[in-house]
């Protein structure tokens, strides 16, 4: 009995603390916590209420992972009906709205609120006594859906308000929306999946929150902002300004960017401001709404038909055209890439003229099956590339054509490359003159062959001269070949000359990640290099082989063997031979020196005092240890130092030994 009174308190103390952090996080937008020390929160009190399932309420932070199934939505009759707006276009027609609203209104002069318009869809939510028991969609403005199973799973939505002597009844309502990347992310795995793609932010909101399945509306990333006060008991405010003000302070997140304004004038300095940060907002609007503040005032003003008198909104110009694919090409991008690019019949969309939209990549492509010829609706939200929507196929006539990745770089034709799991097609070609600045800067960078002074300028030079095609051309630079660049003094050649000398003899671990293998980092090369032993040995390796090196999976070794399957790689790699880098291991060793630390993999996270990351690792491997980049079942331990990141929770949800610096230290004493 005792234990389950303490249990009862700390849930409770866990529940306090875990809605003031929501409220900190969603309202204020300045969380005090780290997402790490919040998940710690959590995860203790579901263990708590796992231990004592009698001690679970509806409004529990742990209640939102969505319910079985329902058959259907049940209806929910709205107590006022939900109105819609009156909309303007004009500023003209704003001015109108003002007059009607002088004439009519003859109290104190009146004052606006500004908000945004949010691009998502109306929703309702009851809250009684502070305790959340009913959502619903706006439906037809009488009656709407019951969707209280999908509201309770989205995070923004408080299960429980905060604050003391909350009112009897509390209806409030707002926008329930998607931010773009949500829903650009949302499509990437739809289109992976080969599942239809939702056309725009809203709709995808729509369809998440008009799931039967509430689980797969826990697993959509979804918003609201509230902004209307609905059937109330026990709560008297004058202003919806003070309404505003009254929902942030039990908890229910307001769109920072609503102001209060005092004529005309202002309102249409606001709507202007506000249009120009449009492509900047991570969500979709397409307008503002102008409000009467004083709410005597506008019930008085009443409604005609189903729009207010008292509010309007001011509808942005449509974000949406419809135009015709006059071709599809292919762009390499400077990591190899290859991104599938509509060119369009130019069009105007939202204030500029767009000629071409991003097809993102071979999955998108396919789930949107846009071809050459197609009429299709395009999109240009936020400050992105414009992408299209999805082709209008009764316009087709049969003469479109259909477009597929092609299976060799457009660019320099090597061959390309999908890794599984990955949506990106890439080029394989070290030599791809796509890729070639990017991958010659990785090539001299200081973890990589530590070319001093060869940055990312000279570099630019070098290969927009011609004096440099590939990174193996570095070795084969001459004094007076760079004195052909501009800007190039004695002084600068020889000490350039001098370090391209110097990094002949990196260590091979360092040459291999220097190529630039995808996947293939420092540890990994480092793996390799102590396994093969030599170059001619690690170019030889089967896929198996590799696969028996550790840190080597099967998604890195296929990379690798692709990597080495493209001829021009095996002539970078040959000619690196030549010009006389490094292509063994000096002293082959075993990968692991003896030490206290032998045979341990280490993970390290956060700062430490006396070693950057650099050093610590070396002093791991010095002491017979490997390092590894993430925490998994087979790290040994994981030294934490001050402002250390998810790995470190991750550590003790594996119940991992966590070290200190000081613990490092120790085994040197060893
Ligand atoms: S107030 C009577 N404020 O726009 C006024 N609506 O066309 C009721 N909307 O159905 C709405 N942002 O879904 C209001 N800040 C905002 C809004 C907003 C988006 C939507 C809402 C409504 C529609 C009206």
Redesign the pocket.
Known sequence: MERLEEARLEIESLREQILYHDYQYYVLDSPEIADAEYDELMRRLRSLEAAYPELITADSPTQRVGGAPLAGFGQVQHRIP????DNATTKAELVDFDHRIQRRWQGEPITYVV????D???VSLTYEDGIFVQGAT?GDGERGEDITQNLRTIASVPLRLRGERLPRVLEV?G?AYMDRRDFDQLNQRRGEQGEPLFANPRNAAAGSLRQLDSRITASRRLNV?F??LGYHEGLELDTHWQVLEYFKTVGLRV?PLIEQCQDMVAVWEYCEKIEARRDKLTYDIDGV?V?VDNLAAQDALGATGK??RW?I?FKYPAEEATTVVEDIIVQVGRTGALTPLAILRPVEVAGSTVSRATLHNADILKAKDVRIGDTVIIRKAGDVIPEIVKPITTKRTGQEKVFTLPDHCPVCNAEVQRLPQEAVTRCVGTACPAQLVEGLVHFASRGAMDIEGMGPAIIGQLVDTGLIKDPSDIYFLSREKLRDLPRMGEKSIENLMTAIDASKTRPLARVIFALGIRLVGEAAARELAAHFGSMERFTQASREELQGVPLIGEKIADSITTFLEEPQNRRVIGRLAEAGVTMSEANKKTAQEPGPLMGKTVVLTGTLEGYSRQEAAELVRSLGGRVASSVSRSTDYVIAGSNPGSKLAKAEELEITILTEADLQGFLKE
């Open positions: 939900l109105l819609s707006l908000e945004p318009k949010i998502g869809l109306a706006r309502r926008e902002f902004y209307a769109n709404v409000k729009s207010p509010a909104a």
